[in-house]
């Protein structure tokens, strides 16, 4: 009984959605990233970051490799 009080003491008021919600189509922080050029900024370090990553498995997938072909057997 008190979980059922709790759950609807905690729900929260519905907002109804109106038509301006559907037109609105600009994301303030992006336009103003964009305005002040910071925007290029924040894309170089999201590539920076990924070529990272990639540079990274890329030579963890050739040492694991080089691994596998001296453990091996049949090489």
């Given at each position: ?34 305005a002040d050029g ?14 990272g990553i990639a ?21």
């Amino acid at each position: 009984m008190m979980m059922a009080f709790s759950l609807s003491a905690l729900a929260q008021e519905k907002i109804p959605v109106t038509e301006s919600d559907y037109s609105n189509n600009t994301v303030e922080m992006a336009d103003r990233m964009r305005a002040d050029g910071k925007i290029y900024v924040l894309v170089g370090v999201i590539g920076i970051i990924f070529v990272g990553i990639a540079v990274y498995l890329v030579s963890t997938d050739r040492k694991i490799s080089k691994i596998e072909k001296s453990i091996s057997p049949n090489h």
